[in-house]
């Protein structure tokens, strides 16, 4: 079975400032990568996903995110932070095959800081 | 309109009663999930449907049922509400057809067990 870990639970940060919210993952078969996000009082929306190939990848808003199979680790990014990315990220995992269930880590809280 | 509807938005109840959550969508999507999210604990899986004659357990289906009543619906039930499921309940659709399978989610149901 595969887990998830999201290494930080609340992420204060200082508008314009870069930011990186950490996710690692444990499975013994491939899987697929997602982050989602979570604004105030609204459902959750897809930012990007890891599937295949590059394993540098680019989602909305600015963010991105880098597989890495050795560490297996799929830490999100944006350089430059806005006001408006205030909410809750969702680092989650899917087993090619198998059970295809989506597996979510515990989510982090993301402030910004003006 | 949104794809994936939910009703109600928010519920009060309390314990001992019965209560149904319905989720609708647009999207022509064969598969439907139900999740809850608790503070610090993320998402978590009650129960999905692959169609509407494939029902399976998530990893917290005790105290809850569900059911398939068409493609488009997907309802959970409360069969006797206990205060800690107190918490917002998510729907979610996909679709078998696409690679590494986005899931969708509604808005949620905010519900509050007395």
């Known amino acids: 079975a595969q887990s998830v870990t999201q290494l930080d639970s609340q992420v204060p940060v200082f508008e314009e400032a870069p930011v990186e919210l950490r996710c690692n993952y444990s499975?013994?078969?491939?899987?697929?990568l997602f982050w989602y996000v979570q604004y105030p009082n609204q459902g959750l929306q897809l930012l990007l996903k890891?599937?295949?190939?590059?394993?540098l990848v680019k989602g909305i808003n600015g963010f991105e995110a880098e597989f890495n199979k050795s560490q297996t680790s799929f830490h999100l990014r944006k350089p430059s932070v806005h006001i408006s990315d205030t909410a809750e990220y969702f680092c989650?995992?899917?087993?090619?095959?198998?059970?295809?269930?989506?597996?979510f880590g515990q989510g982090t809280r993301l402030t910004i800081n003006p | 309109d949104a794809d994936v509807t939910q009703t109600p938005r928010n519920r009060i109840t309390k314990t001992g009663k019965r209560i149904m959550l319905e989720c609708s969508q647009t999207?022509?999507?064969?598969?439907m999930y139900w999740y809850r999210q608790d503070p610090g604990l993320g998402l978590r899986l009650i129960y999905y449907?692959?169609?509407?004659?494939?029902?399976n357990k998530g990893e917290i289906s005790d105290g809850y049922s569900v059911s398939r009543q068409a493609q488009a619906k997907f309802s959970l039930s409360l069969e006797s509400a206990i205060p800690n499921q107190t918490a917002l309940y998510f729907c979610?659709?996909?679709?078998?057809?696409?690679?590494?399978?986005?899931?969708?989610f509604g808005p949620g149901t905010r519900l509050l067990v007395l």
């Open positions: 999207k022509g999507h064969d598969r």
């Open positions: 989650a995992v899917r087993e090619f095959q198998g059970a295809q269930k989506l597996v």
């Open positions: 499975s013994s078969v491939s899987v697929y």
């Open positions: 890891y599937l295949s190939g590059s394993t």
């Open positions: 449907s692959f169609d509407v004659k494939d029902i």
């Open positions: 979610a659709t996909s679709t078998s057809g696409s690679v590494g399978e986005t899931q969708y």
